[in-house]
Each structure stands twice: as structure tokens, then as C-alpha cells.
């Protein structure tokens, strides 16, 4: 008679229940459907995608394995059979798991629904397989012994196959620079969160082929085994050919396993130093890079590393590491492969590493990254974060405030304090015990890092370093504070932020930027900004037509993404359709669903039409009517200069250098245009500080600093125009190690009134770094 799955009882093979008819698979197949069904209820896990791919391969396979072990140690059928069994029996959870994920997606609207069924198929439809066959493995193995404990050591083998894989995972991310997991059973993990252009499905069919070769393998094993009374034994079929497919596919696995380095499957770091070939130290910084970067930004890096490490030991109160290994790739795409985080710059304290795209000189990620580090020798557990049970369970928002605090951005206008001010007389800002627990990864990131960055140094500000050392080492904050737990702190800090004074600009711009949803109220995030990344290569390459069908699809989507509709926008401008791109760009400045300053965007873009073709009037009464609304400073200078056009000259060199990547003029037309108007107008600096700025994203620091001096020498106005002059000259001082020319660009900001403690403290940076 068939064997009821709940006994396990029979000591001799009985036959197995039907796959339909046994109710540990009916058990399976629900919990399968409702766990993925569940799932889609969050937008981001809505139909087939990465991020249920991974929720899926997480959990799939080891209830599949779990069921067919179970199975095959209660009834002892033979080994083919058994292989059988998991085959089919992973084949049908993957499929009802597809097509309940399908189902939340046709709800919400499919994103992206070839390459999510692809990504699907290959993550846990395979894995799902893989568990069965491997829970086949365990049953037959634990079926063969005598235990009247079979169910639990069938469950417990079932188990032992996905951990294991997880573990092996686990200790890749522990040892290595990798952040990324390709695994039989879970399929992919990409790594950082935020990292959401994931286009894993190269590397991930190469990953199934050794799947493949390994299933081969498994299933001519299975055939020449067979079950005695008490145990298994290897049996010959007389069928040599299969023998032989069986040996090869093994071989094939076994070195697939092996290249795997070579296929992008995972690294170590050997492999990474391997591909990073160049070599520079500065004290405790020692920096391993691409060998398509120059030495000399390579060196820079390094003096910049050695610089912060002393500012993080003065804001911490502890040593520095004796020695921290900088990794700098040359690119996203370098990085992505080598270590998985392509976008994301990351730290790993517990190695003293830290994982960097090269930018131009100061990076804006330096001095956070290496703040991880630092942070790391006063944290408690293997990876050195701060975090309960010694790290196990990480606090992000105090890892990630102790580095923003620390080493805020050289590039923010505000200080993460007058960050969160603007956030709480707008009443965007959270609470802080949903910013120090995991559910800081649900928040934007803008606004769960500069939160936690402002709490923290306001922490330290009133406690100390060493206060702020003994927190993020794992001590109560009672302990540190009088008494005093985190909502008692969160209402002072309130207090001491609600006396700060704001400029009325400031709440449009933290509006518009801390207002967005996160990636997990998104929909199709990750299609999206694929679609326009790979819109705004195609512009930039000149093919227009797949620019807009780009964006076009991205849209589609994301109906409200005001990029793409500037995009658009674009397109019409660079195929020479003034009236198109005015008929957009005016859509967008008279959308009232839009906030002031996107509609100011539209209108900007609208004005910048109007000076392409000649009509300098009308622009600039339209880059002063929004110039009061515009806070940033990078959009106030790029405003003046526009607006400030008044020969044909200035206005030819002016669209050139910023209209002229929707015209697509080439560099060598936007630097004729700007050198003539240098030449031709000698009273006025700003072709010369245009220059600069070209010359400086180009690295070409001593032209640079010939452009800046000869620019600063005559009239160059507005006055925000002339303090980003002498800041660039300072930063180009700094890089050049000169320090005649640091300290009279610093001598000239520290007397502007103007600039913020932001801008005071970053300043002050470069000067230490230019030897002031």
C-alpha cells in the first residue's frame, strides 16, 4: 500500500505516493504560492524580477529538498526514482511559484517580463530542481540506515545542502573583496542595495551550464545506483556511453567550479589585485588600482587617504589601522565585475579594505568609506560593526551616521544638521528608532543617511568621542547618557534643531530631495533606471532615435520620472525640433503636480531653447524669474552665467559648454568657442574660469590653475561665480601641493561671508591637504 508521508515506519522499500496525491507536496506547493504571493504585495516584489527571484531561491529549494527527503527516507525507493522525484518535484513548486509572482505582476503591471521570467527560470526554478535532487541525494542516503530517527535526520540532510551553499557564500563575502553570490540553490545576489542597474543574466546562465553538467552527473550516478537491504551499492547497467557522458559531465563541473574566477562567478582577492595592477603607499594607505588610471591620480588618492585618516583619529579619538588597502577600479562597470557593488562605493572594516571608483580629485567617498574602517577598531564581532550580538544583527544607521557625521560630503551645501532641520519643519523627518534598526533600508537613502549622520554628530557634539565609541562598540546609550534612552535624546535634538534658521530656498531643494520614495515603494526601479542609463549613453553617442525609444520605455513605467520627460526633451533639441522640446519642456513647468523647482527645471530648459536660437532677452527673464527658487548652488552659478550673456560671442560659448550636450557639439567646438571669447574679451574672466572647469574634469591640473589665475585676475561676476573660482583654485592647489596659490584662494573664502559651515569645513580640508 502507499506510504502515508506522516509515518515512517517501513524498514523495507515501499512505493511512493503519487506526487499529486501526497500531502507533503500539496503542503509545499501552497506554502510556495502564498510565500511568493505575500511577497508581491511589496512593489518592488511584485511579478518576476531580481528581488523575488532571491526571496524565492532563499526559501524554495530547502522546502523542496526538505519534502522529497522526507519522501525517499520513508519510502526507500531506488535512487533513479528518487532522482526522479526531486526533479519533477522542483519542477512544480517552481512553476506555481512563477505563476503566482506572474500574477502579482499582471495586478501592478509587468516590468520587465522576459528578462524577469529568464532571471526567474535560472535562480530559483533552477535551484528548485537542484533542491530536489539534492533532498533525493539526502533521503536515499538517510533511508538506508537504520535509525528510527529518519524523519529528523532526513530533514536535518535536506537542510545541510542550501546552508552549505549559503555558508560557502557567507565566507566568499568574509574573506574576499566580493560582495556578490552566485549559489546552486538562492541563484544571485548583487550585493549593495542601492546598487539598481542589476543585468545579471550573462554571468548567471554561464553559472547554469556547471548546473547543468552537475544534474548530468547526478542523474547517471543515480542510474548506476541501487538499494540492498542495508545500504546502497554502484551497479553496471552495461550501457558504457552513459558511464562516460556522466565521468565528463562531472569533469565539466568540477572545472567549471574551478574557472569560476575566470567567468565572473566569484573573485578573490587575488584575482581583484590581479586585474587592479598598479601600486602606491602614503602611510597607512596603500592603494591597489586599474592600470588604465594614471599614477598621479593614484598618488593623489593616496595623500587624500593619509589626510582623512588623521582627521577621523582626531573625530574618533582612536587610532588609525596600521595600514588599510585602498581598492580603486577604473569604473562601474570594472568594479561590478570584479567585486559586485558597481555604483556603490563600500568598506569592509573586518579586512581594512575599502572599494572605490576613481572620480576627480578630492573623492566625494574617501573619507566615508575609510570612516567604516576606522569606526571598525572600536567595534565588537568578526565584522567589526556596529550592531546587536556583537555586530551579527547590524545597526545601520549607526554604522552609517558614524561615517557621515565623521566625513560628511565635500559636496553638500548643508550640513547633515541644517539637512535635518529643513526635513523637520517640512515633517519629513522619521523617527530615529526607525533610522538605528534595519528599518533605515526601507527609508530613501538620502534622507535614512543624513538623519542618522546628523543624530550621530550631535551625539558626540554633547557626549564625546568616547561616548560615541562605546555606542557603536555595543553599550545601551542609559549607560552613556545619565539615563537617558534614544526617545529622551530624539526629542533634546529636536529641540536644539528646531533653533536653527534656515534659508527659505532650502526647504524646495530638501522637499524635492528627501521627498522621493525609496526604492522599495518604486515601481520597476530597476528597469527604469536601466532604460535611462542606456538612454543617456545613446544620446551621448548620438543615436537619438534609441535615446527616445529608451526613454520613451522607461516612461512607460515611470510616468512621472521628471528625467525622462527632461530626456525627451532633449532628444527633440539634439534632432533640431525647437517647437517638440518646447512643447515638452512647457508641459513640465506647467505641471501642477510637479513641486516649484521641477516646474522651474522645465522652465529653465524652455529658456534654454530660446538662448540656442538667438532669443537672449526671453531666456534671461526666465532664468531670473526662477532664479529665487533655486537653492543649489552648482544650478545658481550655471543660472548667472547663462543669464549673464550679452555679446554674440558669450552667448555661442555659453550654449557650447551648457546646452551643448542636448546640441551634440563635440569638446573641441565648445574649447574653440570659450578661447575665442577669452581672446576677444579681456575685461571678463568667465571664459577663463569656463575653461578651468574643463580643464580640471579633464585633470589637467596646471592648465587649471593658468586658466583660474588669469580668470580671477579680471572682473568675473557674479560673486558666486568668483567664490567657486578661487574654491577650484584651492582644490587645484591642493592636487598641485602648492601652496602659494592655497593659501591666497583660501585667504580670499575665509573672508566671504557667505559661505556656510559646510563649505568652511570642507575648505579648511583642502588647505590642510595643499600643506597650509
Known sequence: MPLDDDTCASTTPVRLVPLFASRLCQIVVAVSALYVGLLGLVPLFAGPGYEVSLASGVLLPSLVAIATALQVACARPEPWEAFGRGVVGGLLVAVVALLATLLQGLRVGLCDPLGGLILFALGPGVGSVLGGVWGALAGSVVGSTSSRRRTLWAVAAAVFGPAAGLIVSLWRFYSSPMVFAFDPFFGFFSGPLYDTIIEPAGELLTYRLGSMMTLIAAAVLALHVRRTPSSLALVWVGRPGVVLLGVAAALCSVTHAALGTRMGHYSTTASVLEALRGRE??????????????????????RDCEQHLGELESFFGTRAPDRIAVFLFASDQEKGRLTGAA???????????????????????????????????????PFRVAGGFAGLLPDPGLIEGAAVAAAPSPSQELTPEEWARAMQQLELLPRLDGVFSLGFLSKTSSLAYTVAGAFVGWFRERYGAAALRAWYGGAKLESLTGGSGLSSLERAWQADLSKMTLNPRVLEQARLRFGRPSLFARRCPHVVDREQTEADERLSAGDVVGAREAFERARWLDPGNLSLR???GACAVREGDPLRARTIYSGIASDARLSALERAAGREAGADVDLWQGRVADARRTYQAIEPVVFDPGRLRALAVKSGVRSEIERRAVVSLLVGDRLGEPCSAVIEALVRWSAEELDSGLADYLLARRSYQDGQWERAATHLDVALGRKL????????????????????????????????????????????????????????
Do not use: M
Not at 343 to 367: C, D, N
Not at 727 to 733: D, H, Q
Open 717 to 772: 561676476e557674479p560673486d558666486l561665480v568668483r567664490r567657486e573660482g578661487w574654491r577650484l583654485r584651492l582644490v587645484v592647489a591642493a592636487a598641485l601641493e602648492d601652496r602659494i596659490g592655497a593659501r591666497r584662494a583660501y585667504a580670499a573664502l575665509v573672508a566671504d561671508p557667505d559661505i556656510g559651515r559646510a563649505g568652511r569645513r570642507s575648505l579648511a580640508r583642502l588647505a590642510r591637504l595643499a600643506g597650509l
Open 566 to 568: 527632461l530626456g525627451l
Open 343 to 381: 555604483s556603490t562605493q563600500i568598506a569592509k572594516p573586518w579586512r581594512k579594505e575599502i572599494y572605490l571608483v576613481a572620480e576627480r580629485f578630492p573623492h566625494h567617498a574617501l573619507g566615508h568609506e575609510l570612516a567604516h574602517v576606522v569606526a571598525g577598531t572600536f567595534a565588537r564581532g
Open 281 to 302: 603607499r602614503n602611510g597607512h594607505c596603500s592603494v591597489a588600482f586599474s592600470p588604465v588610471i594614471a599614477r598621479r591620480d593614484a598618488v593623489l588618492l593616496a
